[in-house]
């Protein structure tokens, strides 16, 4: 089982649709990422969270640390919004800068 | 445009070949990583180097060998690869501190024939 398990694996939604995708971990961390990853393989750091809540444009960021939960919400979704979705959290236990991810959230967005 | 770039984008090769990637940051930061991404599995860290000097080397096969010549520059040197190495490599970079942010190259996608 990985650290790291976020679902849905796969969603596929009409444009305008809200859009929620989840991420649980098992161990406690002192911060955890949502990167987006385009076809074509670049990855782009969307939010980094210790607490609470982050909102940037349409997208926002939830966790609940005692829960170990993390959520990105989309609004209003656009099929620019189709990516790969990755979970990743630095670990409380381990040193320096390692992450470990998640499998990825393949969002498409229907026009 | 994150200011971390790669060299060469494509790269096929044969098992017997050597070959090279090259990862350039623009950032000014001080640690820089490679990961491998294969079809379906998460991101895999295998190096990293902190202000020049290696700190992490996660179980890598010793046919990828990694240098860091200075806080710009990342290479990773391939040789004698099997078709089980063809993955997306990735590179990135962050400033060492509390909870860093790493930013990533767009990817050298590596084919071992």
């Known amino acids: 089982k990985n650290e790291v398990e976020q679902s849905p694996q796969n969603l596929t939604a009409q444009e305008g649709e809200f859009i929620t995708i989840n991420c649980s971990y098992s161990v406690g961390i002192s911060a955890l990422h949502w990167l987006q990853q385009h076809p074509g393989g670049g990855i782009v750091s969307l939010f980094m969270l210790s607490s609470g809540k982050k909102k940037h444009g349409r997208l926002i960021a939830t966790i609940n640390i005692q829960e170990k939960h993390s959520s990105l919400h989309i609004t209003a979704s656009h099929p620019r919004d189709s990516a790969v979705y990755i979970c990743a959290v630095r670990s409380e236990e381990t040193s320096g800068s390692r992450l470990t991810f998640g499998e990825g959230t393949q969002l498409t967005v229907n026009p | 445009e994150t200011g971390v770039t790669q060299t060469p984008r494509h790269l096929v090769m044969g098992m017997t070949n050597k070959k090279s990637l090259k990862c350039e940051q623009h950032l000014g930061h001080n640690a820089m990583y490679w990961y491998k991404q294969s079809a379906k599995k998460p991101l895999e860290l295998m190096f990293v180097?902190?202000?020049?000097?290696?700190?992490e080397n996660n179980s890598v096969p010793s046919r990828f060998s990694p240098e860091c010549p200075n806080s710009s520059h990342l290479f990773l040197h391939l040789h004698t690869l099997q078709p089980e190495d063809s993955a997306l490599y990735l590179c990135?970079?962050?400033?060492?501190?509390?909870?860093?942010?790493?930013?990533f190259g767009p990817g050298t996608r590596l084919l071992v024939l």
């Open positions: 180097y902190n202000f020049k000097e290696q700190t």
């Open positions: 990135a970079s962050s400033q060492v501190g509390h909870q860093e942010t790493q930013y």
